[in-house]
Every structure is written in C-alpha cells, then in structure tokens.
C-alpha cells in the first residue's frame, strides 16, 4: 500500500476527533504577523519526511510527539500506534 500525504492527513484528522480538539487550522494573524490557530495535532514536513506536531491554542511554536522525520509509511505507522493506545 502506498502512502500518500492525504492518508497522513486523515489519521491526524481522527486523532484529533479523539482527543476532542478541532482540526488545526489557521484562523487569522496577530498584528506581529503570527498565525493564530486552533489546538491540536498536525503535520509537519521536511527534507522529504513528516512528523506529528502537537500546538497549544495561539503558541507560536509546537512540540514534536515524533522524533524526527520519517518516511510517510513510518509515521502513518506511528499515529495507527497511538490511536491503538487511546482505544485500549
């Protein structure tokens, strides 16, 4: 099975559906010029890789739940993993 960063996307969607938070999405700037967004997990890529990145409502930085990043199958691995261990 290949995957694609769509199918990342949509695990990180239902990650964040369990956790009760809305998907991250930029809602607007502050005058400083930095994103205001919503709680909750995202994707972050580069290098040609991707991690889980979790960011607090109006922070301007995140902290990373993966270690580095890794290739698409990896991390898709990864975040199955963890939604497998909320669900126990």
Same mark, same amino acid.
């Given at each position: 099975?290949?995957?694609?960063?769509?199918?990342?996307?949509?695990?990180?969607? *239902?990650?964040?559906?369990?956790?009760?938070?809305?998907?991250?999405?930029?809602?607007? *700037?502050?005058?400083?010029?930095?994103?205001?967004?919503?709680?909750?997990?995202? +994707?972050?890529?580069?290098?040609?890789?991707?991690?889980?990145?979790?960011?607090?409502?109006?922070?301007?930085?995140?902290?990373?739940?993966?270690?580095?990043?890794?290739?698409?199958?990896? +991390?898709?691995?990864?975040?199955?993993?963890?939604?497998?261990?909320?669900?126990?």
């Amino acid at each position: 099975m290949v995957i694609t960063k769509a199918n990342l996307e949509s695990l990180v969607k *239902r990650l964040n559906v369990a956790k009760k938070y809305k998907p991250t999405r930029s809602i607007g *700037r502050y005058k400083n010029g930095k994103f205001k967004s919503d709680k909750g997990f995202h +994707l972050q890529g580069a290098y040609g890789g991707y991690k889980l990145v979790f960011s607090n409502k109006d922070s301007s930085g995140g902290k990373d739940i993966t270690r580095g990043y890794s290739s698409k199958k990896e +991390l898709y691995e990864k975040i199955q993993s963890i939604l497998t261990g909320m669900s126990l």
